[in-house]
T-cell receptor, first 108, second 113 residues
């Protein structure tokens, strides 16, 4: 069965500290994995896609097929990173399955 | 470009009633997907429309139905509303949904009382 697990509902970090959001998945095929972000009063938007292997706003995510994980990391959190983050798994038809989300709060 | 437009933004309905939500995709997009987001949960896939046909469907009952028009806009219909249908309904558009280039709308907040 296809599943996305984000074990942390809330992550509180200090500005300048590293932040890591965990995401684990289960999928029988070759996964397409994404991180979406929703800032306060804004729409859900794509942050990262695993095949692009790029860094967006200082965030990176590495797909680990052995551990079936796609954790999101940033070495130095900023206040503007405070948002809701969703990990999502895409199937071959474009359907996205989202995790429950992690609320990140960055305090000064 | 206004992006994805959804209407109405908020809606209150009574149990047993029927509701229609509307979505206009981003200019140039031809595929519309609908998601239900209950409070404290991630979005759950309802279905996807491409070329006016339902291409894929999530685990939702037949009370949930949809339509896509020739101009690519879409409607989501829910019959026999239950209290558990209260949620934020999101529409996402893309150019041939399989490329994942989704643009999300702001959603319609449905409250069933």
């Amino acid at each position: 069965a296809q599943r996305v697990t984000q074990p942390e509902k809330l992550l509180s970090v200090f500005k300048g500290a590293p932040v890591e959001l965990k995401c684990n998945y289960s999928y029988s095929g070759s996964p397409e994995l994404f991180w979406y972000v929703q800032y306060s009063r804004q729409r859900l938007q794509l942050l990262l896609r695993h095949i692009s292997r790029e860094s967006i706003k200082g965030f990176t995510a590495d797909l680990n097929k052995g551990e079936t994980s796609f954790h999101l990391k940033k070495p130095f959190a900023q206040e503007e990173d405070s948002a809701m983050y969703y990990c999502a798994l895409g199937d071959s038809w474009g359907k996205l399955q989202f995790g429950a989300g992690t609320q990140v709060v960055v305090t000064p | 470009d206004a992006g994805v437009t959804q209407s109405p933004t908020h809606l209150i309905k009574t149990r047993g009633q029927q509701v229609t939500l509307r979505c206009s995709p981003k200019s140039g997009h031809d595929t519309v997907s609908w998601y239900q987001q209950a409070l404290g949960q991630g979005p759950q896939f309802i279905f996807q429309y491409y070329e006016e046909e339902e291409r894929q469907r999530g685990n939702f009952p037949d009370r949930f139905s949809g339509h896509q028009f020739p101009n690519y806009s879409s409607e989501l219909n829910v019959n026999a509303l239950l209290l558990g249908d209260s949620a934020l309904y999101l529409c996402a558009s893309s150019l041939d949904g399989r490329n994942y280039g989704y643009t999300f709308g702001s959603g319609t907040r449905l409250t069933v009382v």
